[in-house]
Each structure stands twice: as structure tokens, then as C-alpha cells.
DNA sequence: GTGCTATATAGCTAAAAGCAAATATAGGTT
DNA sequence: AACCTATATTTGCTTTTAGCTATATAGCAC
């Protein structure tokens, strides 16, 4: 599962791809409606769409000749829960020290 | 801002740096005690931490020999910015159709 | 100062990712 | 069948990234 969660990080990691995502919020769309935008080739962007579809991001449909495109329901769980983990750590720890810490600055060197 | 969401993202696309920023969830720790539990040569964790700190997701204080590390608070908040962007943007256009969505298949081609 | 410890930097290799241009496939239309 | 449109795949190139080993820097202890 932790690959799962690399794909779905790299996978936003670029701002062509978020705005894909950003984009497919708003509703279905096509390969070709989607690359209007942007400045990119239109082999390029269907690579950017591979990429999100093999993170789980987007899910496409048949109809005929296109393919659209809409955000998978719920794909970003996976992250968010990998997100409330961490701070689920943090905050066992810290509680809410969380204010202390922010300008803690080199006092009490641990050990 | 956009380039800080692609570093954020690409930090955490890999699964050692996840890792260590789980353990720094846990607490403080040295560059030494970070590198222990893994196969990986001290230099390349050098290199994960170099990453984490460029993305804003840690920060390190000075203790003598020492560069001990610690989550920067709330860094993540960024990425859950971004997050709930998407998702208002979602909610927006299909509001509580998203059990709907989730099984739709072909039905309805958008024109 | 010598030498040990903690960490960073450099140099190198290999693998991955990005992009564009060209080509392939598949559907639609006439 | 011929042709046009929508999209995918391949190719070639460049850049980035990860990892290793070796080396450098800086603090500490003697």
C-alpha cells in the first residue's frame, strides 16, 4: 500500500496534474477539453492522464470516440489518512504543546 | 505557491521520507538516530532530510555536533488547503450526488 | 593538537520522468 | 473505402532523482 501512496503523492506533485484534478472537480470532461488550456502537447497531457489514472486519481468512460474523464470518488482518502496518521503521532506527543514548539528555538538539547 | 505545493507533494512521494517524518512525529531526533532503523547509507538520509527541510516540512536546530530534527508545525496545512479546495470545487458541482457518481457508468454522455 | 563522532558535500551511475514529434489505433461520416 | 477526429503509444532526448563511496567540515574529548 505504501506504493499506492508514492503514486498518489508524485502524482501531485506537478501543478499541470493538480490542475487536471482541479478541473475534473467541476465535472466530467474530455482528453481534448482538458488540453485546451494549457500549453502542452496533447500527447503530453495524455500521459499526465495515465499517470493520474494509474494513482487511482481519475476514472474514464467510453463514448465512442472520446474518453472522458472525471475525478474518482474518495481517491484522496488514502492520503488524508496517511495525513490524520502523522498528526495523530504528533499530537499523542505534543498534544498542545503545539504553540510551545513553534518558537521553542534550541533550549533543552535532548540528553 | 504553486512550486511549494510540487515540493511539499514530491517530498512526500517517497516512502523514507514518509517514514521519517513519521518518527519526527514522535519527537526530535538526531540525523544518526533518524538513519539507524534503515538499510540506507547516512549520506542519503542527509540527502531525504536536505529534501523534507527544501519543502518546509522540517526543520533542524544546531546542538553542538548534533542537527536535530523536528516537524515543522502545520506545513501540512498547505497540502490540505489544496485538498479542501478540490473538494468544495467537487461539492460545488455535484453536492450530495457522489453516491451516484460513485456507480454511474456510461448512462448520459455529456453531449 | 590528535583523533573520534556527527553530519554535509562531491562525484558518479542508474533509473525515472518530462517533453515534443511522429505514428498508430479506433470511431465517425460520407 | 476514404478521410477526418479523438486519443494513445512509441521514440528520442534531456533533466531529475536516488543511491553509493569517498571526502570534507565541525564539534568534542583527551
Given amino acids: 500500500m505504501a506504493q499506492a501512496l508514492d503514486r498518489t503523492f508524485a502524482a501531485l506533485s506537478d501543478p499541470t496534474r493538480r490542475a487536471i484534478l482541479a478541473r475534473l472537480a467541476e465535472g466530467e470532461?474530455?482528453?481534448?477539453?482538458?488540453?485546451?488550456p494549457f500549453l502542452m502537447s496533447?500527447?503530453?497531457?495524455?500521459r499526465h492522464l495515465k499517470v493520474?489514472?494509474?494513482a487511482?486519481?481519475?476514472?474514464?468512460?467510453?463514448?465512442?470516440n472520446r474518453r472522458p474523464c472525471r475525478l474518482a470518488p474518495d481517491t484522496l482518502g488514502a492520503?488524508?489518512?496517511w495525513l490524520d496518521h502523522v498528526r495523530r503521532i504528533y499530537a499523542a506527543n505534543y498534544?498542545?504543546?503545539d504553540a510551545v514548539l513553534n518558537d521553542l528555538q534550541s533550549?533543552?538539547?535532548k540528553t
Fill in 29 to 36: 470532461a474530455t482528453v481534448s477539453e482538458i488540453a485546451a
Fill in 42 to 46: 496533447q500527447p503530453s497531457i495524455s
Fill in 52 to 54: 493520474l489514472e494509474d
Fill in 56 to 64: 487511482g486519481l481519475i476514472l474514464r468512460r467510453v463514448d465512442g
Fill in 79 to 81: 492520503l488524508e489518512d
Fill in 95 to 97: 498534544d498542545r504543546l
Fill in 107 to 109: 533550549q533543552e538539547p
